[in-house]
């Protein structure tokens, strides 16, 4: 279903305009090549008609050149520094063309996520969607971003807000910011969401992921609940947000504590395969996922000042959590087996 | 009225630039600038007077000018030029100290503006995007520069509550950048390998030396009051400023960053604080919006313009060459041609 946009780095060309200056030589040049080489209708004009329909291995051939050619060019604006980040660091070419793209087959072949409900994220203007956390390492975050990416018509960018831990990590809080994710915090929750940006919080922290299998899908406590008061003030939806299969992955049996304080990790989890298989153990198990984007709760609705009111606060987290309780345990109940 | 503005700091690059430029501000009867060196561009119709900021002698240039706007430069960034990091805390700190008693005697100061610095903020891995101007930093800074801007602030509140009458206005710069100054990111930008820490990709914000000018000049004449965020718009990337000057990045692991630091250091290339290796590796953001609407200054120059300002005037130093990267890239794209040619 994601034919559409599987294309890497040269596909988006059609889906969105990109900045090219005039000096540059590599659209212009790769089709001058290509003339005397044989297939030139075909990179010349990215959309053939069925009049001037050429022979497959030809259209394939034009098809290659282009992706090289499309390659090359973003490899040259990558080694030449021009391409745009914004404020939170977040590199929206490097995002939709490689990151996401990395993440894909994880989420169409691995995982086989089902969508639904994508229709309550709002196409455009902020959101803030709210969901369970699980499975040991924060993959339902990622698959999240990709099903709001690849299956919202508007392929809208989910900018997470991420434990401190992730951002003081080598290489890891480099691509978090690079992703467009920051650090939770209420400033960068009410910017990104006065700006329109969709984002997305786990308030379960590491309570929610790093929790033994025994406890699977119970929601853990749902931090002070800043979220919602980040929504208010913002006045934007809340979508709480259910995700059924990230419990599976790694089911956590037990907890080195002593080796995690040691780390300065919050837990180090001991799963049937982790860390006794090494690296294999860091397969995750291939259970079947639902993600289920719930009924936006409103907030426009509220008085100016709302969102100073601990006790409106406390109600809201708790309809959210509520709705976010329910929908698992309607999934679960839908739900054939873990793998299928 | 016609004012008499005195300059700290005027010997050093922006402090000279200012002074020149606000003598030739209309209104403006005379400009006086002070410094421990003189000067090695020519002041104009500046006067010079050499005096150390340290030194009780600052309250008597107040005085016997009347002076009535205190434009304050002379919080030094680096050790290298200031005889050591003992000397450089001196100068910042009690020469603050000693410049703002003088302010407080004399009463024909009606105005200070303080050159400060987006170091306050610090720098950590848990810090927001962006700073405003209320924030408190997520950890204070400890070393070198960024604890001596700290206490130069808390001074200049201090000066600002005892003299309620006296317009004071702090300027929080990110770092100034441009073709022409010269600061300890500069330099780094300058190295034909550029050392970065490896896993770490941090965000720069700069402010064009022209928009720093421009923002102290509009404080000095103008009739505002509090402290401003100054930067340009937008951020790049790190690794992506360096690949914009052509040059190399040579992420080292964490241990080997240091000993590279210490080289650079003792080699008296660049002297780099330990806060300035943590903002390499965290970088930081600070919000313009009050310097929009209320000081209503918007800077020339983008972050990503100042860059470039600076990458074309140090061109020769470039290591990798725009055209190789395109030859490159057009050999491989006629290769692939020829090779699909033939094969069709």
């Known amino acids: 279903m994601t034919d559409a946009q599987v294309i890497p780095l040269d596909g988006d060309g059609e889906r969105r305009p990109r900045r090219k200056s005039p000096a540059d030589p590599a659209p212009q040049g790769a089709p001058g090549e290509a003339?005397?080489?044989?297939?030139?209708?075909?990179?010349?004009?990215?959309?053939?008609?069925?009049?001037?329909?050429?022979?497959?291995?030809?259209?394939?051939?034009?098809?290659?050149?282009?992706?090289?050619?499309?390659?090359?060019?973003?490899?040259?604006?990558?080694?030449?520094?021009?391409?745009?980040?914004?404020?939170?660091?977040?590199?929206?070419?490097?995002?939709?063309?490689?990151?996401?793209?990395?993440?894909?087959p994880l989420y169409d072949k691995w995982f086989r996520v089902d969508v639904h409900g994508i229709e309550n994220v709002p196409s455009e203007g902020g959101a803030l969607i709210v969901a369970n956390h699980s499975g040991t390492v924060a993959l339902d975050a990622l698959m999240t971003q990709v099903a709001l990416f690849d299956h919202h018509p508007a392929h809208r960018h989910l900018r997470?807000?991420?434990?401190?831990?992730?951002?003081?990590?080598?290489?890891?809080?480099?691509?978090?910011?690079?992703?467009?994710?920051?650090?939770?915090?209420?400033?960068?929750?009410?910017?990104?969401?006065?700006?329109?940006?969709?984002?997305g919080v786990w308030p379960e922290g590491f309570k929610g992921i790093g929790k033994p299998y025994a406890e699977r899908y119970k929601l853990q406590r749902f931090g002070r609940g800043g979220f919602v008061s980040a929504a208010l003030r913002a006045r934007v939806p809340i979508i709480p947000t259910s995700i059924v299969g990230a419990e599976e992955i790694y089911p956590i049996l037990g907890n080195a504590r002593l080796l995690a304080r040691v780390l300065g990790l919050p837990y180090f989890p001991l799963t049937p395969t982790f860390p006794w298989l090494g690296p294999l153990g860091a397969v995750p198990l291939p259970s079947k996922w639902h993600i289920e984007f719930g009924e936006p709760i409103h907030t426009e609705a509220f008085v100016e000042g709302a969102a100073d009111d601990p006790m409106l606060m406390f109600n809201l987290t708790d309809q959210v959590r509520e709705t976010i309780q329910h929908t698992l345990y309607k999934l679960l109940m839908q739900r054939r087996s873990v793998f299928f | 009225m016609s004012r008499v503005v005195l300059v700290t700091g005027v010997s050093q690059y922006l402090g000279s630039r200012l002074a020149r430029s606000l003598r030739a501000e209309p209104g403006v009867e005379r400009v006086v600038g002070v410094d421990v060196v003189p000067p090695q561009d020519d002041l104009g119709d500046v006067e010079f007077v050499r005096a150390d900021i340290r030194n009780p002698v600052i309250a008597k240039v107040i005085n016997a000018a009347e002076i009535d706007t205190v434009v304050h430069m002379n919080v030094i960034a680096t050790p290298v030029g200031a005889g050591?990091?003992?000397?450089?805390?001196?100068?910042?700190?009690?020469?603050?100290?000693q410049l703002l008693a003088a302010c407080q005697k004399a009463s024909s100061v009606q105005r200070l503006v303080v050159k400060s610095s987006t170091t306050v903020y610090g720098v950590s891995p848990k810090d927001p995007a962006l700073f405003t101007e209320d924030m408190e930093p997520r950890r204070l800074p400890r070393t070198g520069f960024a604890k001596d801007s700290v206490e130069v602030e808390g001074y200049v509140r201090g000066f600002a509550r005892r003299r309620p009458d006296v317009r004071v206005t702090m300027l929080r710069f990110a770092n100034v950048f441009g073709p022409a100054i010269t600061t300890p990111l500069t330099k780094y930008f300058s190295l034909p390998v550029v050392p970065t820490v490896m896993g770490f990709d941090s965000r720069i914000q700069v402010?064009?030396?022209?928009?720093?000018?421009?923002?102290?000049?509009?404080?000095?004449?103008?009739?505002?009051?509090?402290?401003?965020?100054?930067?340009?718009?937008?951020?790049?990337?790190?690794?992506?400023?360096?690949?914009?000057?052509?040059?190399?990045?040579?992420?080292?692991?964490?241990?080997?960053?240091?000993?590279?630091?210490?080289?650079?250091?003792?080699?008296?290339?660049?002297?780099?604080?330990?806060?300035?290796?943590?903002?390499?590796?965290?970088?930081?953001?600070?919000?313009?919006?009050?310097?929009?609407?209320?000081?209503?200054?918007?800077?020339?120059?983008?972050?990503?313009?100042?860059?470039?300002?600076?990458?074309?005037?140090?061109?020769?130093?470039?290591?990798?060459?725009?055209?190789?990267?395109?030859?490159?890239?057009?050999?491989?794209?006629?290769?692939?041609?020829?090779?699909?040619?033939?094969?069709?």
């Open chain 1, 35 to 104: 003339d005397t080489a044989g297939p030139a209708p075909e990179t010349d004009d990215p959309t053939p008609t069925a009049g001037s329909e050429p022979a497959a291995s030809e259209r394939e051939v034009g098809d290659f050149e282009r992706k090289l050619a499309g390659g090359l060019a973003f490899i040259r604006r990558r080694l030449e520094g021009d391409y745009e980040v914004d404020d939170f660091g977040f590199d929206e070419e490097l995002t939709s063309d490689v990151l996401v793209p990395m993440l894909r």
């Open chain 1, 160 to 199: 997470m807000l991420g434990a401190d831990l992730v951002f003081a990590l080598p290489f890891v809080g480099q691509l978090a910011r690079r992703a467009g994710h920051t650090v939770a915090c209420n400033p960068d929750a009410e910017r990104l969401l006065s700006g329109g940006e969709v984002v």
């Open chain 2, 84 to 97: 050591g990091r003992t000397s450089m805390k001196e100068i910042n700190v009690i020469g603050t100290m």
């Open chain 2, 207 to 344: 402010v064009h030396e022209d928009d720093a000018l421009a923002a102290l000049r509009a404080c000095a004449v103008g009739e505002h009051n509090g402290t401003f965020n100054v930067a340009g718009d937008g951020h790049l990337m790190l690794s992506q400023a360096i690949a914009k000057a052509g040059r190399v990045n040579l992420p080292l692991l964490p241990p080997f960053a240091s000993v590279a630091r210490d080289i650079v250091r003792r080699a008296g290339l660049i002297d780099f604080s330990p806060e300035q290796v943590e903002f390499l590796k965290y970088g930081r953001g600070v919000d313009t919006a009050k310097m929009r609407e209320v000081l209503r200054f918007e800077p020339a120059y983008t972050t990503a313009e100042t860059f470039d300002s600076f990458a074309r005037l140090h061109q020769l130093g470039r290591v990798v060459p725009v055209d190789a990267v395109r030859l490159v890239e057009r050999e491989l794209l006629s290769v692939a041609g020829r090779v699909s040619g033939g094969s069709s």
